[in-house]
T-cell receptor, first 112, second 111 residues
Framework: DADVTQTPRNRITKTGKRIMLECSQT?????MYWYRQDPGLGLRLIYY???????NKGEISDGYSVSRQAQAKFSLSLESAIPNQTALYFC???????????FGSGTRLTVV | SQQGEEDPQALSIQEGENATMNCSYK?????LQWYRQNSGRGLVHLIL?????REKHSGRLRVTLDTSKKSSSLLITASRAADTASYFC???????????FGSGTRLQVQP
């Protein structure tokens, strides 16, 4: 099994629908992150969590919410999807910022 | 906002040649990291260099860091077709709690 598992891998949804992207990890890391990747823009931080009671907004949190259900699970929700949320979404984990992140394989989300 | 800006945006070389990618950033950092992404897949951590280090090696990778110029370079020596990927720098900025990623360099290694 992968260290960081994201589901679903691909999703097409309609404008206005609520959708949840899930992330689970077996690394035992406390820190988990959600990033969004758009072509030519690199990765931008949506939300991050340093433990189950510590949830923080990133630079592009509007239109998104998260839930840290357990140390190993961090879900990202789009309450009412819009087309400009079409992107590749990545979950990542780390033990600290003094070492590298471990990324999931990503969820490709298309909002039509 | 993007912290790291990679240069060039795209690079095409022949197998066996060296590939050099550059990253510039704007604020003070604790460390700088390089990641690799194969087409549409998750990023893979390659190497981390701390702010008090100037050069680091890992296999065919060599990373330099110049904090006075706020820049870093990644050198891949003796490139292979399998090195074809996008490469991203990411900074652990002082005062922030998560990495800031640049926009990446797309490397194409022709066999």
């Amino acid at each position: 099994d992968a260290d960081v598992t994201q589901t679903p891998r691909n999703r097409i949804t309609k404008t206005g629908k609520r959708i949840m992207l899930e992330c689970s990890q077996t690394k035992g890391h406390d820190r988990m992150y959600w990033y969004r990747q758009d072509p030519g823009l690199g990765l931008r931080l949506i939300y991050y969590s340093f433990d189950v009671k510590d949830i923080n907004k990133g630079e592009i949190s509007d239109g998104y919410s998260v839930s840290r259900q357990a140390q190993a699970k961090f879900s990202l929700s789009l309450e009412s999807a819009i087309p400009n949320q079409t992107a590749l979404y990545f979950c990542a984990t780390s033990d600290s910022t003094a070492e590298g992140y471990t990324f999931g394989s990503g969820t490709r989300l298309t909002v039509v | 906002s993007q912290q790291g800006e990679e240069d060039p945006q795209a690079l095409s070389i022949q197998e066996g040649e060296n590939a050099t990618m550059n990253c510039s950033y704007k604020t003070s950092i604790n460390n700088l990291q390089w990641y690799r992404q194969n087409s549409g897949r998750g990023l893979v951590h390659l190497i981390l260099i701390r702010s008090n280090e100037r050069e680091k090696h890992s296999g065919r990778l060599r990373v330099t860091l110049d904090t006075s110029k706020k820049s870093s370079s990644l050198l891949i020596t003796a490139s292979r077709a399998a090195d074809t990927a996008s490469y991203f720098c990411a900074t652990d900025d002082t005062g922030r709690r998560a990495l800031t990623f640049g926009s990446g360099t797309r490397l194409q290694v022709q066999p």
